[in-house]
């Protein structure tokens, strides 16, 4: 998890740096078009986190809960998880 922590830590480092250049666009009253894309590009590197978060806690803790006999549990925060992303 370390590996992927630093992984995802460095990501979001990235995207709170898109974040501050749409603040700036915004200030600066930048073409409405451009600003939508930043956003956009934004909203996309967001979701590659979630996936990666997703893929990890499939593959290590959803398995651990299984083997655990917390099926329940496991099955219930995937569909959690799906119902989310489907908003």
Known sequence: MNKNKQKLVRRLKLIEGQVRGLQK???EEKYC???ITQTSAVKRALSGVED???NAHLSTCVVE???DGEEKKAVGEILKVYSLKRK
Do not use: A, G, S, Y
Request: charged content about 35%; cysteine-free.
């Open 65 to 67: 809960q299984i083997k």
């Open 52 to 54: 990666e978060l997703m």
């Open 33 to 35: 078009i451009d600003v």
């Open 25 to 27: 666009m915004i200030e």
